[in-house]
């Protein structure tokens, strides 16, 4: 890719390069509603640049911007969206003032705004694509030499979750209550969860709608997906445990999700494409695919004491998931599902090889077993209340930066 300079001020490390352009939803200081791109600390009101008549080069419906959600302009497709792409490319670029003319009128400081829920979620489906995460689960609560399910080599697992309850960033979570069982118990209690965890995930949205019977094949799939965003699946492992069996995860998991708040488009992922691991056995064909479609996004995990000491306790990388996102995708629509523009898809937890990498405090401190120490003198095996738990990740190559900011939430005690 060939160097591009702006005429903004970039600070050095800042995830929202020119090579970014991520959406995003936004309350102005009188309460306005918006949508805008990030550039630096910048933000470029997209309803402003097209009353401005800067975008109209573009096929897009007036006032498509002023609207309540995002849903409707990824609703019109991915040539629309590298349209639009390369249109703010031009505008941000060295030497064009087009814009620069007008920014005063059109672009805000990210400090002056209040990030809300860029998407209307219709549906939510949470993976289980970390091999890592997967055979670590499965060796703490099985037989280690049998940790993977006779199914997880063959499909992607995953389940359906609950959309109402995915938070935007800085959203305080409550610490849920529920059944389950202490240690040398037979009978359940009830009480709130006290092995609260987190999951360091991605997850992709949904930018195209299909009709019943309708199925992705894993060439095209990625036309299907406008963009990402970090995604952490708070977690209650103790109630999870004693619910999980038959059906699978249910309050352990539906009480909270938090995401960021800035969605990064593929076309901004390109440059970090690398091959996926190897798949063995064979896949089947539906779940065949060509080239490359795992990406080198780092990625970390910061927790925060309520005295305000961070610790890093995590960094992993998603390149190391088993599943991709085109199979993944594939798979959810193989037996005529429908999906919908919105609909949101979590990677599952993303753990690598090493303790380091792993994605959760449960492989952190294998099940409670090995205290994680923080910098501050404390530890931890699950999280207190006041903690926050703080995601991070970019993708970096060569002058290239792509980032997601951050998602972070702070638990409180559960509402009595």
Known sequence: ????????????????????????????????????????????????????????????????????????????????????????????????TALQDKSDEIM?????VKMRMPIHIGDYTDFYSSIEHAANVGSMFRDPDKALLP???????????RSS???????????????????????PIFGESKRLDIELEMAFIIGGNTTQGECINTSVAEDHIFGMVLFNDWSARDIQKWEYVPLGPFLGKNFASSISPWIVTLDALNPFRVAGPVQDPKVLPYLQYQGEKNFDIHLEVALTTEAGDETIISRSNFKYMYWNMAQQLAHHTINGCTICVGDMMASGTISGKDKSSYGSMLELSWAGKNPIQLNSGETRTFLQDGDTVTLRGHGERDDIRVGFGEVSGKILPPKK
């Open 1 to 96: 890719m060939n160097k591009i300079e702006t005429w903004v001020n970039v600070p050095n490390n800042s995830d929202f390069t020119i090579y970014n352009l991520p959406y995003g939803a936004y309350t102005d200081k009188e309460g306005n509603h918006s949508f805008g791109v990030a550039i630096g600390r910048q933000i470029i009101d997209l309803n402003r640049l097209q009353e401005a008549g800067l975008l109209s080069d573009i096929n897009l419906p007036g006032g498509i911007f002023n609207r309540t959600h995002l849903n409707d302009f990824i609703a019109l497709g991915k040539p629309v969206w590298t349209s639009l792409r390369n249109r703010l490319t031009q505008l941000l670029t060295k030497g064009n």
């Open 151 to 161: 199914n997880w080599r063959h499909l992607p697992v995953g389940y359906h979750g």
């Open 165 to 187: 309850s995915i938070y935007i960033s800085g959203t305080p979570i409550y610490r849920p209550m529920g059944q389950q069982i202490p240690k040398g118990e037979t009978q």
């Open 108 to 112: 805000l400081d990210q400090d002056d």
